[in-house]
């Protein structure tokens, strides 16, 4: 479990137990399941990295609700965007292994997250990844619920595939872009796993060994 989930889980979970004291047994249940609920939205469970170098993984948990082809800073790439219901893991990792260029947070609205204006008017936090199938971009975009995006990393450090580097808090969507002519591997509707779930893969290309859990 991520520290976040203590933050908001135990002072619920208080409140469950004061409430058992004096003898409110309604509202001590209902204080304990929002203290489920919530300690179960911050779980971080491990992964099983993919060895393939070749291999780019999903960076979050979710369903995949939109592949496009479009234009990002100038250059074609091929969005995958994936919506995470407030029920997925919401721990997102690096798709690939490289270094750390670019990070750039971009203040905006708050719409449902699965539709497809949200890539672009949405609050959203951006980073790129620099690796050896070309720069790999992604988006970590506040939903309806969510306007709490993190993020742990800073410039310059080197990202190993699948490695941790934030969460968005309470239900949101994350997108991946990459260099169009790299092979997808999944398709709208396919639910996919942050770390583990490869996405796509840069066949021909010798992308970085490192992986990191």
Known sequence: MVKEGYWY????????????????????????ILAVLVLNFFRDPERTIPSDPSAIVSPADGRVVEIVEETHAGR??????????????????SPAAGELTGIAYQKGRFLVA???????????????????????????????????????KRVGEH????????????????DVL????????????????????????????NMGVANSQ
């Not at 074609?76 to 990792?93: A, G």
């Not at 936090?125 to 993020?151: H, M, S, W, Y």
């Open 76 to 93: 074609p790439v091929r969005r995958i965007s994936i919506f995470m219901s407030p029920l997925d893991v919401h721990v997102n990792r």
């Open 159 to 174: 990202l190993g595939r699948g490695e941790r580097v934030g969460l968005i808090k309470f239900g949101s969507r994350v």
């Open 178 to 205: 990459f260099d169009p002519a790299i092979e997808l591997k999944v398709q709208s509707g396919d639910r996919v796993h942050a770390g583990s779930t490869v996405v796509a893969v840069a066949s021909g290309r």
């Open 114 to 152: 699965s539709g497809p204006r949200a890539s672009i008017e949405n609050e959203q936090n951006v980073f790129t990844v620099e690796t050896d199938a070309g720069p790999i971009v992604v988006k970590q975009i506040a939903g309806l619920v969510a306007r709490r995006i993190v993020f742990w």
């Open 9 to 32: 889980g135990l002072p619920l979970a208080l409140v469950a137990i004061g409430c058992m004291a004096l003898g409110m047994g309604w509202a001590a249940a209902v204080f304990a």
